[in-house]
Nanobody, 122 residues
Framework: QRQLVESGGGLVQAGGSLSLSCAAS????????MGWFRQAPGKEREFVAS????????YYADAVKGRFTISRDNAKKTVYLQMNSLKLEDTAVYYC???????????????WGQGIQVTVSS
């Protein structure tokens, strides 16, 4: 059974930075693409970023492009999301997910973490 556990969330002031991690346990996820999604209160879950199994190919939502960086370390079975220049609108529960492709749609991902809160204050 694959399990994804996010960490690193919390409260940060606007303009600050946070780094999220997603550690995988159970069967290996090294052959899976990994993605980060987020869901703000009253809104649908939205794509944030994804990375191919090799780590070479990455995709970003326009809202975070240039501010967020996704990366992975397959030896550690961990994917990261470095978030810089955080804005109030980045406040959400962030989820990591594993899937067959680096798709932007949530349905393409088979395994999900439980989510972690990121709150950006003014």
């Amino acid at each position: 059974q694959r399990q994804l556990v996010e960490s690193g969330g919390g409260l940060v002031q606007a303009g600050g930075s946070l780094s999220l991690s997603c550690a995988a346990s159970g069967r290996t996820v090294t052959n899976y693409a990994m993605g980060w999604f987020r869901q703000a209160p009253g809104k649908e879950r939205e794509f944030v970023a994804s990375v191919s199994w090799s780590g070479i190919t990455t995709y970003y939502a326009d809202a975070v492009k240039g501010r967020f960086t996704i990366s992975r370390d397959n030896a550690k079975k961990t994917v990261y999301l470095q978030m810089n220049s955080l804005k109030l609108e980045d406040t959400a529960v962030y989820y990591c997910a594993a899937g067959a492709t680096t798709a932007v749609g949530a349905l393409a991902y088979d395994y999900w973490g439980q989510g972690i809160q990121v709150t950006v204050s003014s």
